[in-house]
């Protein structure tokens, strides 16, 4: 149980194309989802933190005008990536957990988005 | 704020070696520490996690060890095969803001050798 899924796992495209990325809990009701950005050999860093039906919360340093989050029901969360530049390149990774932003109910991870910017 | 950090970056050992994983945390406030494995390209897969009461858990031929106060963790991997190579990373789940949330060590780069 606790499946994740995301997609897409890879995705190429131009600089100042828009990319949508899904991630779905197949199995649970996801409350709260997470995004994380994975730069090569380093360590997974929180983007922003979104509950069902209200706005996400960003991280300091993250622009959410950029990285629009979407949490528009308990199975599904979308991260869209705004007018990508190469610097945006990055693995992403999503997560999800059954409860509220107090839950001790562990979060589940999706197997990742390689998003590569031309 | 909270930072992990693990040690060695990189490890290399002949396959049957017993090893040590380290990770160290600067806030001993945390609810739980876990140890996640990540193969090249994927995601995240689930180890061991540690209840900030707790001072081990064991699944298999893994062994992880929490020491709280001095914000020290390992990760012992007996009779290593080449099927372990990944990335570990370590991760401690603490109150940030409203929520809580998990904060991730750099990870380790495991090779085992046939």
């Known amino acids: 149980g606790a499946v994740v899924s995301q997609h897409p796992s890879w995705v190429i495209c131009k600089s100042g194309t828009s990319v949508k990325i899904e991630c779905r809990s197949l199995?649970?009701?996801?409350?709260?989802m997470f995004w994380y950005r994975q730069f090569p050999k380093q360590s997974l860093m929180l983007m922003a933190t979104?509950?069902?039906?209200?706005?996400?919360?960003?991280e300091q340093g993250v622009e959410k005008d950029k990285f629009l989050i979407n949490h528009a029901s308990l199975t599904l969360s979308t991260l869209t990536v705004t007018s990508a530049h190469p610097e945006d390149s990055s693995f992403y990774i999503c997560?999800?957990?059954?409860?509220?932003?107090?839950?001790?109910?562990?979060?589940?991870f999706g197997d990742g988005t390689r998003l590569s910017i031309l | 704020k909270q930072e992990v950090t693990q040690i060695p970056a990189a490890l290399s050992v002949p396959e049957g070696e017993n090893l040590v994983l380290n990770c160290s945390f600067t806030?001993?406030?945390?609810?739980?520490l876990q140890w996640f494995r990540q193969d090249p390209g994927k995601g995240l897969t689930s180890l061991l996690l540690?209840?900030?009461?707790?001072r081990e858990q064991t699944s298999g031929r893994l062994n992880a060890s929490l020491d709280k106060s001095s914000g020290r963790s390992t990760l012992y991997i007996a009779a290593s095969q080449p099927g372990d190579s990944a990335t570990y990373l370590c991760?401690?789940?603490?109150?940030?803001?409203?929520?809580?949330?998990?904060?991730f060590g750099s990870g380790t780069q495991l090779t085992v050798l046939p």
């Open positions: 806030d001993s406030a945390i609810y739980n």
């Open positions: 199995d649970f009701q996801a409350t709260t």
């Open positions: 979104s509950n069902e039906g209200s706005k996400a919360t960003y």
């Open positions: 991760a401690v789940e603490a109150h940030s803001g409203s929520a809580r949330q998990l904060t």
């Open positions: 997560s999800a957990s059954t409860r509220g932003l107090l839950s001790n109910q562990p979060q589940h």
């Open positions: 540690i209840q900030s009461s707790q």
